[in-house]
């Protein structure tokens, strides 16, 4: 049995479906997941691959999409959400502080719950400090540290990683060297990981 | 019940895990698809929705994902096929005569095939004549009322009817004016026609 990577970006909307679900999937799989937040935005722009920008036909559809796929999964999120998020680094470099200190998989769905659920964009006040202070943690304190050359440091390398290993867009999953992209494509890659 | 339109064009690369797994589909749920061809790639040029041109990382994915699904639907494709097709218009041409005179489903099927398994490019011989006369038809004949001003007009009039239903990209399954757009969703459309 692999364990699986799973790439993503807080700013990513379909990563709401599978921040969401996964928790619970792992426990029914006995799959591990490891949830490596990177800066998908800087990969788009490098690859000129940007999914919805002035593209209103296929965002719309996007919303509608995430709307009918949340439903199937219980979720009851208020669509469209705000986006883009301007936050999306700040987001993601809280969250890389939280891989190294343990608490990303809370973070990231605290915050995509107030995102998706309340309207809060993530990655700018209330939200950072509200998600942080739900799981326990000092807002000040956290976020002086996520904005060290430390923490941007670390989200460039995962960057850089993610890009190495064929990622392109949120959320993917990585198993054994094999790419699946998309909240779609988690039971393809839960029966890679399985051995087919 | 309700009826799925199955709004596709032959060029779309994803579209050949639909043609070739929908009959099967069709016997076992019950449910009757209409095929619409249509012209993708005026949609997509209207849309700046250009999916794969100038990304590399992103098609690389993309065969490789087909290959992988196609595996699994028991398929064997020569991956990858020629793309993009200079010849999509008149492939969609021969579709849209082929819908007049109820060979479409079978004239798809087997343009894809020669495209996708022997790497011959649809919409250009000698994959149209050899696809016509195996199911059938007189390839002179056809190609000659194929390219008439009527069929034409036809095509054109398909794809306005599709952009107006929202569809965007191919394969798209459209059933009480819900599009669900991607080979991966048609399980998801098939839910939505049988009253989920």
């Known amino acids: 049995m692999s364990q699986i990577d ?3 970006s807080i700013g990513s909307t379909y990563s709401y479906l599978t921040v969401m679900r996964l928790p619970e999937i792992e426990r029914a799989s006995g799959v591990e997941f490891k949830w490596r937040p990177f800066d998908v935005r800087h990969v788009m722009i490098e690859q000129k691959n940007i999914p919805f920008k002035d593209k209103p036909v296929k965002t719309a559809y996007m919303w509608r999409d995430i709307e009918r796929r949340a439903e199937s999964y219980g979720l009851d999120p208020r669509i469209p959400a705000p986006y883009p998020l301007p936050g999306l680094v700040l987001a993601n470099q809280v969250a890389t502080l939280g891989v190294e200190e343990g ?3 809370n973070y990231t769905r605290a915050t995509y719950r107030r995102w998706f659920e309340r309207g809060e964009p993530a990655g700018e006040e209330p939200n950072i400090s509200e998600s942080l202070r739900e799981i326990g ?3 000040a304190k956290a976020l002086a540290a996520a904005q ?11 960057t850089k990683e993610a890009t190495e290993l064929g990622v392109f867009g ?5 198993v ?3 790419v ?3 909240d779609d494509r988690l039971e393809d890659a839960l029966l890679w990981a399985k051995g087919r």
């Open 148 to 158: 060290s050359d430390r923490i941007e440091n670390a989200l460039a390398a995962a």
């Open 176 to 178: 054994d060297g094999e």
């Open 170 to 174: 949120s959320p993917a999953f990585v």
């Open 137 to 139: 943690c000092d807002p």
């Open 103 to 105: 608490w990303v998989v």
């Open 180 to 182: 699946f992209w998309g």
């Open 6 to 8: 799973f790439w993503y």
